[in-house]
């Protein structure tokens, strides 16, 4: 049972537009989120995360949105940079060390 | 500099033999994780370790053993009754508690041949 779910395996964005990766789950209990960047042949690095009392977070181009009611967190990238196409894992917990990772979402921003 | 080192990158094994997997961190955290990767799957749980000398299993255990003799080194041995082992394996660690993320490895390639 996939409790944390990336349903589009891949998005092409044009450079300069927005790019929004979606992530879907469905344990209520899940109370903090993170978003992973990963580059081919390499480790993933933590890009920017939210707690289950905020609706919202940001970071330079980066903004993650949780809608709690719809179990949906959504990352936004604005704009979007050639550097920016990679895979996108989206990570849920419920409090304790363990996270749960979805499928990944393969971002590709053309030049 | 603090981080998390995996070795080799790169790892070719024999069917029916075992190959250990190396992961060694010197940012004094206390968990570790040993993540396998396969094309469309995500990320998945081997094993993880809150504290040295314990240590839990994943959704996909069955096939590999881990030790944790020490703070900074989280080995992963990849046994001959794992049958589909090729795959990227990724070693990560995190701080006590909840709410931190990872800091993962580079990753190792192990590919049976």
């Known amino acids: 049972d996939q409790q944390v779910k990336q349903n589009s395996p891949s998005l092409s964005v044009q450079e300069g537009r927005i790019s929004i990766l979606n992530c879907d789950y469905t344990?209520?209990?899940?109370?903090?989120f993170l978003w992973y960047k990963k580059y081919p042949a390499e480790g993933p690095t933590f890009l920017i995360s939210?707690?289950?009392?905020?609706d919202k977070n940001e970071d330079g181009r980066f903004t993650v949105f949780l809608n709690k009611s719809a179990k949906h967190l959504s990352l936004h990238i604005v704009p979007s940079q050639p550097g920016d196409s990679a895979v996108y894992f989206c990570?849920?917990?419920?409090?304790?060390?363990?996270?749960?990772f979805g499928t990944g979402t393969r971002l590709k921003v053309l030049a | 500099d603090g981080g998390i080192t995996q070795s080799p990158k790169y790892l070719f094994r024999k069917e029916g033999q075992n190959v250990t997997l190396s992961c060694e961190q010197n940012?004094?955290?206390?968990?570790m994780y040993w993540y396998r990767q396969d094309p469309g799957q995500g990320l998945r749980l081997i094993y993880y370790?809150?504290?040295?000398?314990?240590?839990q299993k994943g959704d996909i255990a069955e096939g590999y053993s881990v030790s944790r003799e020490k703070k900074e080194s989280f080995p992963l041995t990849v046994t001959s009754a794992q049958k589909n082992p090729t795959a990227f394996y990724l070693c990560?660690?995190?701080?006590?508690?909840?709410?931190?993320?990872?800091?993962f490895g580079s990753g190792t390639r192990l590919t049976v041949v």
């Open positions: 990560a660690s995190s701080p006590s508690g909840s709410n931190y993320g990872y800091t």
């Open positions: 940012l004094n955290h206390d968990a």
């Open positions: 990570a849920a917990t419920s409090g304790t060390y363990k996270y749960i």
């Open positions: 344990n209520s209990m899940f109370d903090y």
């Open positions: 370790s809150q504290i040295v000398n314990d240590f």
């Open positions: 939210i707690s289950s009392i905020k």
